[in-house]
């Protein structure tokens, strides 16, 4: 069992993330934004212009549905001077999640065929999804063992 407690702050606040095909993995330039946050991943990340970004870390993103349910936005790379979020829609179809572009909009539905979010085509083409940023604080952690050998 894991107890987390949530608090509206100054940290929580609406963060675009860019919908990129062309993204290896999601990735992120805020520490403030990750729950979990593994340093000892490292690494370079090419960009379209064949330049080079240092990987400084991988782990979790907590965000707020528009329901007000929270989800984590997983193995998110750290990378320090990222301007932008980029959520990798090849990272998004291997997790099972269906992207479909019809009508000058980006859908993603889950495996049941949920919609999670529709997005227009912005003036520039680009698809820009706004996330609710939360910050979680892990109280208590029980963990029970079933088997005892």
Not at 19 to 39: I, P, Q, R
């Amino acid at each position: 069992m894991l107890l987390m407690a949530y608090k509206k702050g100054e940290q929580d606040e609406v963060q675009k993330w860019y919908l990129d095909s062309g993204a290896s993995n999601h990735m992120c330039g805020k520490t403030s934004m990750f729950v979990e946050l593994d340093e000892s991943i490292k690494g370079d990340v090419a960009l379209g212009d064949e330049s080079k970004m240092k990987v400084k870390g991988k782990r979790n993103i907590l965000i707020r549905l528009k329901n007000g349910d929270h989800q984590f936005i997983s193995n998110v790379y750290y990378i320090p001077n990222m301007k932008t979020n980029i959520l990798s829609l090849g990272q998004l179809l291997e997790k099972g999640y269906d992207i479909r572009l019809k009508d000058n909009n980006l859908s993603i539905r889950d495996h049941e065929n949920n919609l999670i979010t529709k997005v227009p085509m912005s003036k520039n083409r680009m698809f820009v999804l706004n996330i609710q940023n939360d910050i979680a604080k892990c109280l208590k952690m029980c963990y029970k063992e079933e088997s005892w050998l």
